[in-house]
């Protein structure tokens, strides 16, 4: 019985988990973007923000030109992406 209860209560960590996200992009599981620090960018306009997205294992990298960002190429492993404005996080959005 204890077993079961064990069990149980695992897979229901695991399930909030993966609900949550933030662990399968920590694991590079799925992609996911990051804000990049003014002092790393070189040409920073007044009131934009860059990002930094990477692939993940299992989906590609996220496109952020439905919040309105300019894609500005890959450099190594991360596609680099200018936004007129700060970007909410949406984890539903790919």
């Known amino acids: 019985m204890l077993r079961i209860i064990v069990v149980g209560a695992v897979l229901a960590a695991l399930m909030i988990g993966i609900k949550d996200e933030r662990i399968l992009q920590r694991t590079h599981i799925v992609g996911s973007c990051s804000a990049v620090p003014d002092s ?3 040409s920073s ?3 934009s923000e ?3 997205c ?3 294992r299992l989906t590609g990298r996220p496109g952020l030109t439905m919040d309105g960002c300019t894609d500005f190429g890959l450099y190594r ?5 200018q936004c007129p ?4 996080a949406d984890p539903t959005r790919e």
């Not at 492993?77 to 992406?81: D, H, I, K, S, Y």
């Not at 404005?85 to 909410?88: D, E, F, I």
């Open 85 to 88: 404005a700060k970007v909410t």
């Open 40 to 42: 790393t960018v070189s």
């Open 77 to 81: 492993n991360a596609e680099f992406w």
């Open 54 to 56: 990477v692939p993940g």
């Open 50 to 52: 860059w990002h930094s």
């Open 45 to 47: 306009v007044g009131g």
